[in-house]
């Protein structure tokens, strides 16, 4: 699992496969967002969950979210190669402005 | 589509030289944020703000100024560059009306020689 700055996660999968990666935070927030960055790019959001909510769905993606034990998944099934990026979560801390990203989990798909 | 642009792209400097990326949205945003990625770890924020005129320390703000003189442009200042500065910095811009989901620029990659 991912969290501050403990070091970049990496996993390596084949395509088909479904993949599950974990996040943990430190504190109270009301959304976990979670957000991909393929190669040389910046990241971008694909999907956020709100503490209201358990399990959100979105196309092969789906998140959950413990608010209990302050963690959050993210799932992909039926991978594909153009899922291999690296995945940070990102949560609100302090500041209702400042997000606080993971130190993320790379994701290779191979074909 | 929400768009942030980042110059330059690249960018190589010499240590104790001024250094000054800039950053502009077309999002109307009230929030800009800069963070720096190293390699193997996550994002880091170095400086943010709410709007134009006003600027906050992030959490690894030493070494680094920002100014917001406009809705559109937030920049980053390393007065004197060193090594250490070496990075990617992302700009992005977010509206906490939207749950502050924020947009990313492409990245300024920086070596500090």
């Known amino acids: 699992s991912q969290w501050g700055e403990e070091n970049l996660q990496a996993l390596s999968i084949q395509e088909g496969e479904d993949v599950t990666m974990n996040c943990s935070y430190k504190?109270?927030?009301?959304?976990v967002q979670w957000y991909r960055q393929k190669s040389g790019k910046g990241p971008a959001l694909i999907i956020l969950?709100?503490?209201?909510?358990r399990e959100k769905r979105s196309g092969r993606l789906r998140a959950t979210l413990d608010t209990s034990s302050q963690s959050s998944s993210l799932s992909i099934t039926g991978t594909l190669a153009t899922d291999t990026a690296v995945y940070f979560c990102?949560?609100?801390?302090?500041?209702?402005?400042?997000?606080?990203f993971g130190a993320g989990t790379r994701l290779a798909v191979c074909p | 589509e929400a768009a942030v642009t980042q110059s330059p792209r690249n960018k190589v400097a010499v240590t104790g030289g001024k250094v000054t990326l800039s950053c502009n949205q077309t999002?109307?945003?009230?929030?800009m944020y800069w963070y720096r990625q190293d390699t193997g770890h996550g994002l880091r924020l170095i400086h943010y703000?709410?709007?134009?005129?006003?600027?906050e320390k992030g959490d690894i703000p030493d070494g680094y100024k920002a100014s917001r003189p406009s809705q559109e442009n937030f920049s980053l200042i390393l007065e004197l560059a060193t090594p250490s500065q070496t990075s990617v910095y992302f700009c992005?811009?977010?509206?906490?009306?939207?749950?502050?989901?924020?947009?990313f620029g492409a990245g300024t990659r920086l070596s500090v020689l």
């Open positions: 990102a949560t609100r801390s302090g500041s209702f402005n400042k997000l606080t």
């Open positions: 504190t109270y927030t009301t959304v």
């Open positions: 969950i709100r503490s209201n909510e």
């Open positions: 999002n109307n945003h009230n929030n």
């Open positions: 703000s709410y709007g134009a005129g006003s600027t």
């Open positions: 992005a811009s977010g509206d906490w009306r939207g749950q502050n989901t924020l947009y």
